[in-house]
């Protein structure tokens, strides 16, 4: 247990329909990742947030998917409108922001076990 | 395109030293290259994170060229356990700045 928690853990849903999916972070990090991974492949990027600030999203993320992070502590991750191609596993990972002396760059990140999606 | 490539397997034996590298253009400058571990149905492990030369932990080493167009992973005396699959982790600057995730590469260990 890394101390990421995300829920649901297995979500089946029919073609059309809307998720969310929930993650809940360590509580001392500041930055939040959402990744898509499917079968046989690597996680790819999705989103991150630093605290509620969400900075980055990957061209992945289309206009049916929207992260939150309201009060910089849990996070959310909607699909609206899935389709089949939006099975895979999503995981969630958090993890503190780099020091100024270091860039400020991507530190250990802690994954959640993951939330596996399946579009019928 | 940023990119990264791994070989997509590797087969060792128990008591062996195994060495994955990770091939990664368009590197950001200020950022750390990270290796992480994952079993099946569990979300990646962190193993070891470093900016440049080499780096030692408890369970690996990371050694990164001067150019950092490149990185090994290197796992001292695999066991069994060890068996899973390896993801280098680096940030680039493309159109956008963006976590890319190596293609992974799958290592075996055998007794």
């Known amino acids: 247990d890394t101390g990421v928690s995300q829920n649901p853990r297995h979500k089946i849903t029919k073609r059309g329909q809307n998720v969310t999916f929930r993650c809940d972070p360590i509580?001392?990090?500041?930055?939040l990742y959402w990744y898509r991974q499917t079968l046989g492949q690597g996680p790819e990027f999705l989103t991150y947030f630093q605290n509620e600030a969400q900075l980055e999203k990957s061209r992945l993320l289309s206009d049916r998917f929207s992260a939150e992070r309201p009060k910089g502590s849990f996070s959310t991750l909607e699909i609206q409108r899935t389709e089949q191609g939006d099975s895979a596993m999503y995981l969630c990972a958090s993890s503190l922001r780099g020091s100024i002396k270091s860039g400020g760059g991507f530190l250990e990140q802690f994954f959640g076990p993951g939330t596996r999606l399946t579009v019928l | 395109l940023a990119k990264t490539t791994q070989p997509i397997s590797m087969d060792s034996y128990e008591g062996q030293e195994v060495n994955i590298t990770c091939s990664h253009n368009?590197?950001?400058?200020?950022?750390?290259i990270t290796w992480y571990q994952q079993f099946p149905s569990q979300g990646p492990r962190f193993i070891i994170q470093g900016y440049k030369t080499k780096v030692t932990n408890e369970v690996a080493s990371l050694f990164i060229p001067a150019d950092r167009k490149s990185s090994t992973l290197s796992l001292p005396r695999v066991s069994l356990s060890d068996t899973a699959v390896y993801y280098c982790?680096?940030?680039?600057?493309?159109?956008?700045?963006?976590?890319?995730f190596g293609s992974g590469t799958r290592l075996l260990v055998r007794p």
């Open positions: 368009n590197i950001a400058t200020n950022d750390y």
């Open positions: 509580s001392e990090h500041n930055r």
């Open positions: 982790l680096v940030a680039v600057m493309d159109s956008s700045y963006k976590l890319i």
